[in-house]
């Protein structure tokens, strides 16, 4: 490959594997000193892109001396630049800045404002942000007067880093994306990437985090083409993916970046960088040893680099993981107060957080006084921070307000905060985004619920159990019904797996599996990225009105479970009246939930009928999750609001609840909404058979002749393209199909149709969901909690897109015993009951037969 030697240094950052090719063609050539000098320092800076740092030095000393052999001042002051920024960024940083200060006596013109460059790049890695940016300001205004077009690029690039460091969001963007016209002008492909990446920052950095999404995976997509692995990509996607709750994706993240250093490859300052991020990871997702080991190894690294800006960071990580160990004591609340001033002086996010910390240990010591200015410091109001930041703030205000008595403040500062959090959440459009972020007001709410249980206050307790509960189902998420990729790639992995499903596993090709998870990660990607309409206003997520409920619930009584610190509270409405009730230990409740769930699983599979009765286990149940609010209910129709953690509970099991109509959804608010859907004004009727279900096929033959007007999709019309035309907008659709559910990735919960599954992903396609939807399938009514109080899973999808009401079991079901269920359930339907009704009414026809008994049993009725 032959090159002119003056197109070498800009292929050299542009394409690096061609650049190492052409200077050694060029050396070949046996050149001149000054030729000679070119060919390695752009073999040296392309060693340097490609991670192989000792050998860009070893080149970049021998570019340096050939230099000085040619005589030319310009062509060594070029070399001791790319050599000084070489060394900072190796961790060198005293040789580094020695060799970068010559080059600045020897430069002038354009070449000065290049070396400036370079010199302000190894500041930056050492924390000297203010120094660093006078550089950038003298080399941007050298370099335009120049005409230099990729070089004033680069100099726009780095100032813009600085202004993310310096808390200017909006004016970094503008930098990159200025950076990023100007290397598109000029070819460099390669740099051009790395300004999405550093967009993708800036988003993140104010708050946005489809965008950092979507900036990161054009940042994945450019590295891929100019065959590049950047370790500043896994950094940055594992933040942003902590920030958005996928604790455990930004593990895995952090974690492959490790292995990556291990095997060589990534500069010395990034090995300390990835450390950090790992540590961080592994805080994230409650495994402290982990943390605190690798946030001295980065702190190790940091110091020997003089980087005292990341040094006292990771510093404050392991004091972070002691905390969250278990240690306590005024030795590390000193430790903690001292390197929170530290972060103050560095001016860095984390020092607000620091002060929390420093707070809560000060509290846990009695150290008031210590407390009060901790908290005091931890609640300043920053501008140009990410909004979790923002929150944690209003949490430092709410905590010091809670420790002096100041009520009336702690209320005000948790509202503020959990107002900040809706905001947030509200600029993402895809669900589960929505529902991990808010872990992040969990303690907000936490307070605001222990005020309002220790005034006795059933409203208060009520009202902020609404306020932080379900919210991310309040409003439908944001995806286009005409996504073309998406649809397609839904398509392929139908496909896929499919041929998993067919193929035995003895001569099954691993490819399958590999194309199922790269499919899988391309869907939900791409529904991450979706963008969220703050034009339906914070209000839609928060809007609960008591009066409303009172009015609404008419002779029904609604019981909201509330979980305060491990112990299960009731609020019961009815009457126009709110009480409070305690229930009981939550553990408690859920192990009789799994103990319940166990025997209809067990009957449901025909197997030996002893052991403890339905009954028994129902009074156990029943006490443990309701107790004396079994004794308040009269013998009206309920609506059940449990807290996630108790959502999969078979209520017609309990003896208070199971001659009765009983509703369950996952906030009070979201049953109201659902009370105002009216039904479509066509009375369209879906009947869906899938494959392999011999008793899905009578089931579906019976409903045929109760609805002999129905859409009936089966035997190989029951595709997913189909199946979603005739579903939406639908009166009442009937689902009979085998269901899987996956906690490991909940919105891949699907039903399997003719043509493969049919997922979550695929149900948000609707524009709007069937008004009633009746799934006979095996744990279609299964969800996975996520975030504070949040709900991820089939069912918990359709709420928010317009189902007034489902019917769905939370346990597997013997297929045949369902059969007369749900024919008299679409009998009462007809007769105009609401599914509540219809379900209590089908059930208690079912007759002594245990197994029918027990797929009554399994089914809750979802919504109003």
């Known amino acids: 490959m032959t090159v002119a030697p003056e197109d070498l240094l800009p292929l050299a950052l542009s394409r690096p594997h061609d650049a190492i090719v052409a200077a050694r063609t060029l050396l070949a050539e046996a050149p001149d000193a000054g030729t000679a000098s070119i060919a390695h320092q752009a073999s040296g800076i392309a060693s340097r892109q490609l991670g192989e740092v000792d050998t860009a030095i070893r080149e970049l000393r021998i570019a340096l001396r050939l230099a000085e052999e040619s005589g030319l001042p310009d062509r060594e002051a070029d070399v001791l630049a790319t050599l000084g920024a070489t060394l900072g960024r190796a961790g ?31 500041l930056i890695v050492l924390g000297r942000h203010r120094e660093a940016l006078d550089d950038l300001r003298l080399a941007i205004s050298k370099l335009r007067r120049s005409g230099d077009q990729a070089w004033e690029a680069r100099t726009l ?31 460099q492909d390669l740099e051009y990437v790395e300004t999405r990446l550093n967009r993708g920052w800036a988003a993140f950095l104010r708050g946005d985090l489809p965008a950092a999404l979507q900036f990161l995976a054009e940042a994945e997509q450019g590295y891929a083409e100019v065959d590049v692995v950047s370790p500043d990509l896994a950094i940055d ?63 190790r690294l940091f110091s020997a680099q003089r980087r005292t800006w990341w040094s006292v960071r990771a510093s404050m990580l392991q004091l972070e993981a002691r905390y969250r160990s278990g240690e306590r004591g005024p030795g590390l609340l000193r430790q903690v107060v001292r390197t929170a001033g530290r972060l103050d002086e560095l001016s860095t996010a984390e020092a607000s957080a620091a002060h929390l910390l420093a707070g809560r240990l000060a509290l846990s010591e009695g150290r008031r006084q210590t407390a009060d200015r901790q908290l005091e410091l931890a609640g300043r109001l920053s501008k140009n921070v990410p909004p979790t930041v923002w929150s944690a703030a209003w949490l430092g205000r709410a905590l010091r307000a809670e420790a002096r008595g100041e009520v009336r403040r702690m209320l005000t500062a948790c509202g503020r905060g959990l107002d900040a959090l809706d905001e947030y959440r509200l600029t993402m459009g895809a669900t589960e985004l929505r529902a991990r972020t808010t872990g992040h007001g969990a303690e907000l709410a936490e307070l605001a619920l222990r005020d309002a249980l220790r005034r006795n206050d059933p409203q208060a307790l009520l009202a902020w159990a609404e306020r932080w509960r379900a919210t991310a189902l309040a409003v439908p998420p944001v995806r286009p019904p005409d996504d073309e990729q998406l649809v397609s790639d839904l398509a392929q992995l139908r496909d896929v797996v499919t041929q998993l499903e067919s193929t035995p596993e003895a001569i099954r090709p691993p490819s399958l599996e590999r194309d199922r998870r790269r499919l899988e990660t391309a869907v939900r990607d791409r529904a991450l990225r979706a963008q969220g309409n703050e034009s339906r206003g914070v209000d839609a997520a928060r809007s609960f009105d008591v009066d409303e409920l009172h009015q609404a619930l008419g002779g029904t009584a609604l019981v909201e479970l509330i979980d305060v610190g491990g112990v299960l509270h009731a609020v019961v409405a009815a009457d126009g009246q709110l009480t409070q009730h305690e229930v009981g230990p939550l553990g408690a409740a859920a192990v009789e939930v799994e103990r319940s769930r166990f025997r209809l699983r067990w009957l449901a599979h025909g197997r030996s009928r002893t052991g403890p009765s339905l009954e028994l286990l129902g009074g156990r149940l029943g006490d443990a999750i309701l107790g004396p609010v079994q004794h308040v209910l009269g013998e009206r129709p309920v609506v059940m609001v449990p807290p996630a953690s108790l959502q999969a509970v078979p209520w017609a099991l309990i003896p208070a609840l199971a001659d009765r109509p009983v509703n369950v959804v996952p906030s009070a608010a979201m049953w109201l909404r659902a009370r105002r859907l009216r ?7 879906v009947l869906v058979l899938g494959p392999g279900l011999t008793a899905g096929r009578a089931e579906i033959d019976r409903l045929t002749e109760q609805y002999p007007d129905a859409v009936v999709l089966r035997d190989g019309t029951a595709t997913a393209e189909r199946v979603l035309k005739e579903l939406d907008g639908a009166w009442i659709a009937h689902i009979a199909a085998h269901g899987t559910f996956r906690a490991d990735s909940p919105l891949f919960s699907s039903l399997r149709l003719d043509d493969g599954p049919l997922t979550v992903y695929d149900f948000e396609r609707l524009r709007r969901a069937p008004y009633r939807l009746v799934l006979s399938s095996c744990d279609s009514g299964l969800a996975t909690p996520v975030g504070a109080d949040e709900l991820l899973g089939l069912t918990s999808s359709l709420v928010p897109l317009g189902a007034a009401g489902i019917l769905a079991s939370v346990v597997p079901v013997n297929d045949p015993a369902t059969v007369p269920l749900m024919t008299a359930l679409h009998d009462h339907l007809q007769a105009g009951h609401s599914l509540a009704e219809a379900f209590a009414l089908a059930r208690s026809a079912a007759g002594t037969d245990p197994v029918a008994d027990a797929a009554g049993r399994s089914f809750v009725a979802l919504g109003a």
């Open 92 to 122: 060198r940083s005293k040789e580094g800045l020695a060799r970068l200060d010559r080059a600045v006596e020897l430069s002038r013109g354009a070449l000065a404002g290049r070396v400036l460059l370079r010199r302000a790049d190894v």
């Open 157 to 187: 690039n780095y100032r813009g880093f600085i202004q993310l460091k310096l808390g200017g969001t909006r004016q970094a963007d503008a930098d990159f994306d200025q950076a990023g016209r100007l290397y598109a002008a000029a070819g």
């Open 237 to 299: 996607r594992c933040a942003v993916l902590m920030a958005a709750g996928l604790t455990a994706e930004a593990l895995t993240q952090a974690d492959e970046g490790l292995v990556r250093m291990e095997t060589g490859g990534v500069p010395a300052t990034k090995q300390a960088e990835v450390l950090f991020t790992a540590a961080t990871a592994a805080l994230a997702v409650g495994d402290p040893v982990t943390a605190q080991a690798r946030a001295e190894r980065a702190r």
């Open 679 to 685: 039904p479509p004004g066509e009375r369209r009727v």
